[in-house]
C-alpha cells in the first residue's frame, strides 16, 4: 500500500467530513479511494481506454406503444451476447421501467444502450457504465461449484461473476 498526505483548507475538509459521514466511511482513506476510482474510470470511458465493461441501462416506456415490447425483447434477443439479465416493472396504466445489465466490449455496449433509448416510445434512458478487464475466456472451476468466469476490475474491484453452462 502506497501512502501520500494531502492539504485541505479548513472548509474544504469540513465539508469532505460531512460527505464522508453521509455516505457512511469508516475514514478518509476509503473516501479517498473511491473518489479516484470513479475519477479514474470515467477518465479511461472518454479516453475510449475501456474496451470492455459491466453496464445497466434503464429505461421508461409506453407499454401500449405499438409493437414496442416485442421491438424490445427483439433487440435483447439479438444482443444475447451482451445481455446478462432484464428486470421489468410496471410504473402506472401506461409505463413500464426496465434495467437490463450488460456485460461485454464498451463499443457494443454503447451501441445497444443508444438503439434501445432510440426507439418511438422509450422515454427517460440511462446507462451506468464501469469499466471492468474482461476474461470471460479463462474459465476454471472452484471445488463442486460450477465453472466461472472472474471479472478483472483491478486490485480493489474484484469482481466475481458466475456463468452457467451453456445447453
Known sequence: MERFTISLDEKLAKEFDRLIRERGYDNRSEAVRDILREKLEASRLAREEAPDCIAALSYIYNHHERDLAERLTAQSHAHHDLVVSTMHAHLDHDHCMETTILRGPTKDVHA????????????HGALN?????????????HGQHRGHSHLQGGPDHPYHVHSRPKS
Open 112 to 123: 445497444f444502450a443508444n438503439a434501445v433509448m432510440a426507439e418511438r416510445g422509450v422515454r
Open 129 to 141: 457504465l464501469v469499466p471492468a478487464d474482461l476474461n470471460v475466456g479463462r474459465k476454471h472451476r
